[in-house]
């Protein structure tokens, strides 16, 4: 077992399976810089480790695959004054982000939202507990949502990831709505997630590697293009249309928690 603080990595040498755990339950596993640093040299260093041919990320504790940034950490992060640019903790702690084209399949248990589309994004495809739900609160806080709806807008119907960018806060989809538009792969029982994950990386570690590597890389190249053209505007659209720091304070203390799943 390696990993750091808030992230432990496990490794089955004989499946060929390794389990990335986002490993900080107490609070909903929201990822500090720290963390964040650790999950790209854990992608980067997978690239080196002829032995695990497939991997599954997951959260530890049941009730949130990840929440995002630790908003405590993201206060630490200065910003540049330009409105063309943005420094984003959060923008490197995906495999492909790192160069790693192994197949990397996402174990979802609860809340699933924000910062943690970074990770999903950037995942084959996923498998879900039917307890888990899926939300993006950043307008509700007077942020834009931006690398967060592009990642997944790849993986979900327009009007989909359009309803669940703009209701923010107010409105969670559940892990059956989440199947049954695609964003989703397979349902278990509450709880089974991982073990779901973990058997279906166990297959796909089974078949010859240079193989699988390759239709990852064939899969991602039929989007890549317009994904990174769209990433390409994310700064400008953040730096100009989130609020001031001060602002959102207000509203992250302010603002009703109510939501409806559907």
Excluded at 16 to 27: F, M, Q, S, W, Y
């Amino acid at each position: 077992m390696s990993g750091g603080p808030g992230i432990l990595v496990e490794r089955d040498k004989e499946s060929g399976v390794a389990v990335v755990t986002l490993d900080r339950p107490e609070k909903h596993n929201a990822i500090t810089l720290e963390m964040a640093r650790t999950l790209a040299g854990t992608w980067r260093g997978f690239r080196y480790e002829d032995e695990v041919r497939a991997i599954v990320v997951t959260g530890a504790g049941g009730r949130a695959f990840c929440t995002g940034i630790d908003r405590t950490a993201a206060a630490d992060v200065p910003q540049p004054s330009s409105p063309y640019t943005i420094d984003d903790p959060l923008l490197a702690i995906g495999p492909k982000a790192n160069d790693l084209w192994k197949p990397v399949i996402a174990a979802v248990e609860g809340m699933a939202c924000g910062g943690a589309f970074y990770l999903l994004g950037e995942a084959e495809f996923l498998v879900a507990g039917e307890d888990a739900a899926f939300f993006d609160p950043h307008t509700t806080y007077g942020m834009v949502s931006a690398f967060e709806t592009i990642h997944m807008a790849q993986r979900m119907p327009y009007g989909e990831i359009a309803r669940m960018a703009l209701m923010g806060a107010a409105e969670r989809i559940s892990a059956r709505r989440a199947y049954e538009t695609g964003l989703v792969s397979e349902l278990t029982a509450p709880g089974g997630a991982l073990a779901a994950a973990v058997a279906a990386a166990a297959v796909v570690a089974g078949h010859p590697t240079e193989a699988v590597q390759g239709t990852v890389r064939a899969l991602w190249s039929a989007k890549e293009t317009a994904r990174a053209q769209a990433l390409a505007h994310a700064p400008h659209l953040v730096a100009l249309g989130n609020l001031p720091p001060e602002r959102q304070a207000g509203l992250f203390t302010g603002r009703a928690t109510g939501y409806r799943t559907r």
